[in-house]
């Protein structure tokens, strides 16, 4: 029992993780229908933003979490207006240019910070036992920092001027444009926030992971995961989603090994696509 609730521990981790960087994904993807096969390098420039603003500048974590949103959330809003607006309504070519400008952004942190990974210091040092269970403080802080991000991103979408724009141009994109709503603008900052959502995923995981100019793939794939099984622009189906990638995974893996558990998570997904393919909770759309 014990090694199943440390398991169980370390599982609810990665599900925040992912979680965090699935967030952006349902912003981006969900409500924009973009696909954005830069996402995990929006993760990547969120993590060397991190690494920068505490191991070379010397300041604060605290400082460095909200430069990664800044910073993401910048470039985001760059792709935007350059690349993505030109290509509305063409999901291929999207895909293509996106492709693209992943591994121009791949190459440029190759070039600047070398392909060796660099690290970040854990900044909640220390943790406390349950039991025979070691839990670190820091874990703790980014389960319940992810937490409060998905509350605010909520509550962002559901109870703002903003969110209620953003909604009803994805619903019907003409009609609001009609009404007056500026639905280029609402496309950047849509875009940019869930950009910055990237960079905050990669800040939290910089500490515990290593930062590479490649580290993004994983966080791509786990992202759309987490986002086709729990429905494509549903938050609760996201969480559910990310802990079903998240616990499965490290259960899994504890019982055999990390290869065999992936392969497992991987046809667990399949099996719910086969026969939920809009997701667990999918929205309903007029």
Do not use: W
């Not at 392909?115 to 802080?141: D, E, K």
Request: hydrophobic fraction near 55%.
């Amino acid at each position: 029992m014990e090694s199943f609730f440390a398991l169980f521990l370390n599982g609810l981790n990665s599900s925040a993780l992912i979680l965090m960087a699935a967030l952006g994904m349902v912003v981006i993807c969900g409500l924009m229908n973009v696909i954005n096969l830069a996402h995990g390098e929006l993760i990547m420039i969120g993590a060397y933003t991190a690494y920068c603003i505490t191991q070379k500048a010397g300041m604060s974590f605290a400082v460095a979490l909200p430069a990664a949103f800044a910073v993401s959330a910048a470039v985001g809003a760059a792709m935007e207006l350059a690349v993505i607006r030109r290509l509305t309504g063409r999901p291929a070519e999207t895909m293509l240019a996106t492709f693209g400008i992943s591994v121009v952004l791949q190459q440029m942190a190759n070039l600047i910070f070398g392909a060796q990974s660099q690290y970040v210091a854990i900044p909640i040092p220390g943790n406390f036992s349950l039991g025979h269970v070691v839990v670190p403080y820091y874990n703790v802080f980014t389960i319940l920092f992810v937490t409060a991000v998905l509350a605010g991103t909520v509550l962002l979408m559901k109870k703002t001027r903003f969110g209620r724009r953003v909604r009803a141009i994805t619903q019907n994109r003409s009609m609001a444009e009609c009404l007056g709503i500026d639905s280029a603008h609402v496309d950047t900052m849509t875009f940019a926030f869930g950009s910055g959502l990237a960079g905050l995923a990669g800040a939290l995981a910089a500490p515990v992971k290593s930062v590479s100019p490649f580290m993004g793939g994983p966080y791509l794939i786990n992202s759309f995961l987490t986002s086709v099984v729990g429905g494509i622009a549903s938050f609760f189906g996201t969480t559910v989603g990310s802990l079903l990638v998240g616990e499965s995974t490290a259960l899994l893996g504890g019982l055999t090994n990390d290869v065999l558990a992936s392969i497992l998570v991987f046809l667990i997904i399949i099996a719910i696509i086969r026969f939920k393919p809009e997701g667990l909770f999918a929205k309903e759309r007029r």
